[in-house]
T-cell receptor, first 115, second 114 residues
Framework: AQTVTQSQPEMSVQEAETVTLSCTYD???????LFWYKQPPSRQMILVIR??????QNATENRFSVNFQKAAKSFSLKISDSQLGDAAMYFC????????????FGEGTQLTVNP | DTGVSQNPRHKITKRGQNVTFRCDPI?????LYWYRQTLGQGPEFLTYFQNEAQLEKSRLLSDRFSAERPKGSFSTLEIQRTEQGDSAMYLCASIEGLGGWEQFFGPGTRLTVL
């Protein structure tokens, strides 16, 4: 079974600075997807960014980018120019190609953005 | 389209009572997922449907839990004889068709069992 680990329960960053959230995962599969989801307080979960395992190029979405290290099974999220609205719980998630698209989530990292 | 909706948003019940939650996915999304999220943890997969067929159930889904999606549109999740350990946020998500990849989540139903 796949597992996802986020070793940073809490992180904080100053507004306009850069922060990196860590995620590692364990799988025996070679083809899969990885995601970062954002869950603001009392609001629904939204997708931040995704990465296909077969792509070597790291995904980027505006201020959000990932560092995908397939051999190391590492998938970190970098948030540049942090904004107050980035404050939320961030979840790393894994999706197998063969599991019917269900997601396996990590424990989450609570990100605080200080003005 | 207003996205995935879930009702009720909050439910408080006494131990031993039955509760039912409803999820309305985005229209024409034929795959629907249920997750459970306890405080301070990531969501855990419970079950999923493709149209009206329930294709996978987690070991977390004890026999007190039952989910349905009778017409391939909305889904219900029922918990019988609730226990305090059932207190959690129950999340629903849907995906568009066979080629879709992004799960769109609803706001969740927060269950408190007293």
């Amino acid at each position: 079974a796949q597992t996802v680990t986020q070793s940073q329960p809490e992180m904080s960053v100053q507004e306009a600075e850069t922060v990196t959230l860590s995620c590692t995962y364990d799988t025996s599969e070679s083809d899969y997807y990885l995601f970062w989801y954002k869950q603001p307080p009392s609001r629904q979960m939204i997708l931040v960014i995704r990465q296909e395992a077969y792509k070597q190029q790291n995904a980027t979405e505006n201020r959000f980018s990932v560092n995908f290290q397939k051999a190391a099974k590492s998938f970190s999220l970098k948030i540049s120019d942090s904004q107050l609205g980035d404050a939320a719980m961030y979840f790393c998630a894994y999706r197998s190609q063969t599991s019917g698209s269900r997601l396996t989530f990590g424990e989450g990292t609570q990100l605080t953005v200080n003005p | 389209d207003t996205g995935v909706s879930q009702n009720p948003r909050h439910k408080i019940t006494k131990r031993g009572q039955n509760v039912t939650f409803r999820c309305d996915p985005i229209s024409e999304h034929n795959r629907l997922y249920w997750y459970r999220q306890t405080l301070g943890q990531g969501p855990e997969f419970l079950t999923y449907f493709q149209n009206e067929a329930q294709l996978e159930k987690s070991r977390l889904l004890s026999d007190r839990f039952s989910a349905e999606r009778p017409k391939g549109s909305f889904s219900t999740l029922e918990i019988q004889r609730t226990e305090q350990g059932d207190s959690a946020m129950y999340l629903c998500a849907s995906i568009e068709g066979l080629g879709g990849w992004e799960q769109f989540f609803g706001p969740g139903t927060r269950l408190t069992v007293l």
